[in-house]
């Protein structure tokens, strides 16, 4: 008895110094004492109180514990008070949804002489939370969608604080929305969704910050939806912003309680732990989403991709296919973008692509879709479009670059070329209707007319293409490669005064090739910068000639293309040629056109003026037909201006009269030169004449020829 009684004591000292609620109870089920943590706690513990001493009893234990009411909680402490079992764990405090926290009541035998057994109240709320934490972890390694991951963070609070219902709450933007509310009715979610957190701050209590309002049916934005979504039971919102890694507002936990369902400290910590794990959920989920838009989407310019626009693309041909509508694809390529890029550097290409982007995709309706693949190539898909509307449509999309941009203080100006190809509903092909729309466009940049529509001609035009590229690349090598030069007369005197060097290609099996044919292709190639530098040597070498040859000759002009001119070292490959080949500077005069001008101003004059400073002439060529650069041209390092041949066949019966004497006044005003270009009959060369024009070239005078053929060099006098 008294080794019982030392033992019971024993017991009850230690008993005192543990810091959870426990009680010793004997073999009748009789509590013998219980600790301080047991009766300070005993607010928070169900039926804690009618235990506060020694003679409670079992039953009202069993009141609160199990999950089927009493009766199967008196049983299963039984088996463990009759010896049947050593030890049992039960829930409790209650039903459920009635606990402030997930508790377990625990019961255990002792080792003593006498039957003596360990009562302790244990909060669970951590075990239950890294159960739920590791669920919702492998959720996300499975890749389940964001909706059903947030489902399992409410439930997870739901857990920590089961008399408690979550919401939890997004932020789209400035607005809020309700991303999984499983126990909270529709009526006083209505209050979250929708909500414009910048209006209505002070009435939200699940963001910015975290607060703990008691009574929400008092509040003049809450209280109605408390009365009609049937939860005034739940007056108390307890809210916990969360926040991304940059610390920006994504979206908030708010938990409704009842006023007497208090939030514990330790609860309170992995109420925390779940704040931080929405967060990771919520930035997880964007993550996953930008990876899916960068796979399918132009990091650039944000416009779909190849992928995304084949799928797209099939998807409007087979919707049109039953009923037999026009499908029609777009496809569009800026002309001598690399001459930009060369010129301003990949930053700048970059922002006239994104500004391209912009200005083509404000030219879509609903429903059609514009798609970068790669480079300075877009394409559109227009359904329900035919051809001739197809042609209009391109037409306002090229009429939307016009204009030029503004790029780090430079003004670029761009044009571009564009193929179009129209299903009609058999063809429904998107690979085939791409290709179409590929070679159209690449006949629209050789012919240089802009716009082209698909002809079933054209692939072979295209094989053919591919052929005398082939055969251009061996051109210079196997001698195949000449130079014609047409004569700058002086109109008052007819004597020339200056002669144009053009290239000219004999194949030995197709002939004469056509400059309108090869010289886009070495263009597009990239062959016209060593063939460039082959026809500036080559003027300059028979140029010198020339000049001792024909009286009166004075210059020899050579055309430079966008890619040459575009080149760093383009001056300097100037002066190397003309240091070999010992051609006066000062005879030699370049061609550029307005559009190389224009592409980039700042860097066309900076390039121009080291031109000028070697002693080398600049003329504008095709002057007034490309760009309106009139505001540009006080400015440009210019010597001569050569009048676009259009606008001198119209002078002659009056039609371009005023513009031609608009030029002649400017040139005048500018110190220029101007030489007339397509002077084919003597009405032309009076028509100049009368407007103070003084230089022209055409075929009035002489079609472009070898220059021996031009100036037959002087038959050598008898040996002596």
């Given at each position: 008895m008294n080794s019982s009684r030392s033992t019971l004591e024993h017991m009850t000292t230690v008993l005192m110094g543990l810091p959870f609620p426990a009680a010793l109870m004997d073999g009748e089920g009789t509590f013998l004492t219980v600790n301080g943590s047991w009766i300070s706690q005993e607010n928070d513990y169900p039926a804690s109180g009618i235990s506060s001493g020694p003679g409670g009893n079992l039953l009202a234990l069993c009141l609160y514990a199990g999950t089927n009411g009493g009766l199967h909680a008196h049983a299963a402490i039984l088996r463990v008070l009759q010896g049947q079992e050593d030890s049992l764990v039960l829930p409790y405090g209650g039903t459920e949804h009635s606990r402030s926290r997930p508790l377990e009541l625990h019961i255990g035998r002792l080792p003593a002489s006498e039957p003596l057994f360990l009562v302790r109240i244990h909060d669970a709320s951590?075990?239950?939370?890294?159960?739920?934490?590791?669920?919702?972890?492998?959720?996300?390694?499975?890749?389940?969608?964001?909706?059903?991951?947030?489902?399992?963070?409410?439930?997870?609070?739901?857990?920590?604080?089961?008399?408690?219902?979550?919401?939890?709450?997004?932020?789209?933007?400035?607005?809020?929305?309700?991303?999984?509310?499983?126990?909270?009715?529709?009526?006083?979610?209505?209050?979250?969704?929708?909500?414009?957190?910048?209006?209505?701050?002070?009435?939200?209590?699940?963001?910015?910050?975290?607060?703990?309002?008691?009574?929400?049916?008092?509040?003049?934005?809450?209280?109605?939806?408390?009365?009609?979504?049937?939860?005034?039971?739940?007056?108390?919102?307890?809210?916990?912003?969360?926040?991304?890694?940059?610390?920006?507002?994504?979206?908030?936990?708010?938990?409704?309680?009842?006023?007497?369902?208090?939030?514990?400290?330790?609860?309170?910590?992995?109420?925390?732990?779940?704040?931080?794990?929405?967060?990771?959920?919520?930035?997880?989920?964007?993550?996953?989403?930008?990876?899916?838009?960068?796979?399918?989407?132009?990091?650039?310019?944000?416009?779909?991709?190849?992928?995304?626009?084949?799928?797209?693309?099939?998807?409007?041909?087979?919707?049109?296919?039953?009923?037999?509508?026009?499908?029609?694809?777009?496809?569009?390529?800026?002309?001598?973008?690399?001459?930009?890029?060369?010129?301003?550097?990949?930053?700048?290409?970059?922002?006239?692509?994104?500004?391209?982007?912009?200005?083509?995709?404000?030219?879509?309706?609903?429903?059609?879709?514009?798609?970068?693949?790669?480079?300075?190539?877009?394409?559109?898909?227009?359904?329900?479009?035919?051809?001739?509307?197809?042609?209009?449509?391109?037409?306002g999309m090229s009429d939307a670059l016009r204009g030029g941009f503004t790029v780090a203080g430079r003004d670029v100006f761009i044009m571009m070329s564009i193929g179009i190809a129209v299903s009609t509903g058999s063809d429904g092909d998107a690979q085939t209707l791409q290709r179409h729309a590929d070679v159209a466009m690449y006949r629209a940049k050789t012919l240089r007319t802009g716009t082209e529509l698909f002809e079933s001609e054209l692939p072979q035009r295209a094989t053919q293409r591919l052929e005398l590229l082939s055969h251009l690349r061996r051109a210079e090598e196997l001698g195949e490669l000449a130079l014609h030069f047409q004569p700058q007369m002086n109109l008052d005197t007819g004597q020339p005064v200056g002669a144009e060097a053009l290239?000219?290609?004999?194949?030995?099996?197709?002939?004469?090739?056509?400059?309108?044919?090869f010289i886009p292709l070495a263009e597009d190639s990239g062959l016209i910068i060593p063939i460039g530098r082959w026809v500036l040597a080559e003027a300059c070498r028979q140029g010198l000639h020339l000049l001792g040859r024909a009286p009166?000759?004075?210059?020899?002009?050579?055309?430079?293309?966008?890619?040459?001119?575009?080149?760093?070292?383009?001056?300097?490959?100037?002066?190397?040629?003309?240091?070999?080949?010992?051609?006066?500077?000062?005879?030699?005069?370049?061609?550029?056109?307005?559009?190389?001008?224009?592409?980039?101003?700042?860097?066309a004059v900076r390039r121009m003026q080291a031109l000028r400073d070697l002693g080398v002439s600049i003329a504008l060529d095709d002057f007034g037909t490309g760009f309106s650069s009139l505001s540009y041209l006080p400015n440009l390092p210019l010597n001569v201006l050569k009048i676009d041949r259009s606008f001198v066949a119209g002078a002659a019966d009056g039609r371009t009269l005023p513009i031609v004497r608009a030029i002649m006044s400017m040139a005048e005003q500018f110190g220029f030169d101007v030489i007339a270009e397509g002077i084919e009959t003597a009405g032309h060369v009076q028509a100049m004449l009368d407007v103070g024009c003084r230089f022209g070239q055409g075929y009035h005078f002489a079609r472009p020829a070898p220059a021996d053929a031009l100036w037959p060099a002087p038959v050598p006098g008898p040996r002596r």
């Open positions: 951590a075990e239950q939370f890294e159960r739920d934490r590791t669920r919702l972890l492998d959720l996300m390694t499975q890749g389940r969608p964001r909706q059903e991951l947030l489902q399992e963070i409410a439930q997870m609070v739901e857990h920590l604080h089961p008399a408690g219902r979550c919401a939890v709450l997004l932020l789209d933007g400035h607005t809020l929305r309700v991303g999984a509310a499983p126990r909270i009715p529709e009526a006083f979610l209505s209050g979250f969704d929708g909500l414009d957190v910048r209006e209505r701050l002070a009435a939200l209590p699940a963001v910015p910050g975290a607060e703990y309002t008691q009574d929400l049916s008092q509040h003049p934005y809450w209280g109605p939806y408390l009365q009609a979504g049937d939860m005034q039971a739940f007056p108390v919102c307890a809210s916990l912003p969360v926040f991304d890694r940059s610390q920006r507002l994504v979206g908030a936990l708010a938990l409704c309680l009842p006023a007497d369902a208090p939030i514990s400290d330790t609860t309170g910590e992995l109420l925390k732990q779940a704040q931080h794990l929405t967060s990771i959920v919520i930035e997880h989920d964007a993550l996953i989403r930008e990876l899916e838009h960068r796979a399918l989407h132009d990091d650039l310019t944000g416009l779909p991709n190849r992928a995304l626009f084949d799928d797209r693309l099939q998807r409007e041909l087979d919707r049109a296919a039953p009923e037999g509508r026009p499908v029609a694809v777009l496809f569009l390529d800026i002309d001598d973008f690399k001459a930009i890029n060369d010129a301003g550097g990949h930053n700048t290409g970059d922002a006239v692509l994104g500004e391209v982007a912009r200005r083509l995709r404000a030219c879509l309706k609903p429903g059609e879709t514009l798609a970068r693949f790669a480079g300075d190539e877009f394409v559109a898909i227009l359904p329900d479009t035919a051809a001739p509307e197809a042609v209009e449509r391109a037409a290239i000219r290609w004999q194949h030995p099996q197709l002939g004469l090739v056509s400059p309108a044919e009166g000759l004075a210059r020899i002009a050579v055309n430079v293309s966008a890619l040459q001119f575009a080149r760093e070292d383009f001056v300097d490959m100037v002066a190397e040629v003309l240091r070999d080949t010992r051609f006066p500077p000062q005879c030699l005069e370049l061609e550029l056109t307005e559009r190389i001008v224009m592409r980039d101003v700042d860097s």
